[in-house]
């Protein structure tokens, strides 16, 4: 008996997770390297008091500020594309790109990385991701810190675990057991 076309799985909304960092790298196995990752996709830039708000004319240089978006669950081929809105501007931040559907328990990766990133204000910012029919819509900011404010942050304590050496009748044993 034929199986019926399961409509659940052809509408299903695709999955998109966002992840933000300092520096992102499409490794050759298809793994992303992350450096300098924002967990809460917050930039912080520790700037000294002297320094003025960015502003068109007088922006603020960020050395590389990238960008993952990782795509799950895709039933069907679709076309990808980015945009980022800054201060009610939308400009293409990637452009749109046809993507098969990926194997079984596969995904896909999208990394875009500004070098140099150009910071005309501080403020919240949109990322427009539509994928096929689908809009998925992700937050970050870019905000300053004093310098005095970032050197002020507890390092974490992490202790290593104690190795216990095996006892040298333990040891002896495991020697002569050939």
Request: with cysteine; glycine share 6%.
């Amino acid at each position: 008996m034929p199986t019926k076309p399961n409509k659940k799985a052809a509408t299903a909304k695709p999955q998109v997770r966002f992840y933000i960092a300092e520096d992102l790298r499409q490794e050759v196995n298809g793994k992303v390297s992350a450096m300098g990752l924002y967990t809460d996709n917050v930039v912080v830039l520790p700037l000294p008091e002297d320094i003025p708000e960015p502003t068109e004319s007088q922006p603020i240089m960020i050395k590389s500020l990238g960008f993952l978006f990782n795509f799950s669950k895709l039933t069907q081929a679709a076309t990808i594309s980015i945009d980022i809105e800054t201060n009610g501007k939308r400009k293409p931040f990637m452009q749109p790109q046809e993507y098969p559907v990926p194997g079984p328990g596969q995904s896909i990766n999208m990394v875009g990385v500004m070098q140099p990133c150009v910071v005309t204000s501080f403020g919240e910012r949109t990322l427009i991701v539509t994928v096929g029919e689908s809009v998925h819509t992700f937050n970050f900011e870019i905000r300053r810190a004093p310098l005095s404010t970032i050197d002020t942050v507890p390092e974490p304590k992490i202790e290593m675990p104690k190795i216990r050496k095996p006892a040298l009748s333990a040891r002896k044993k495991s020697t002569n057991a050939t």
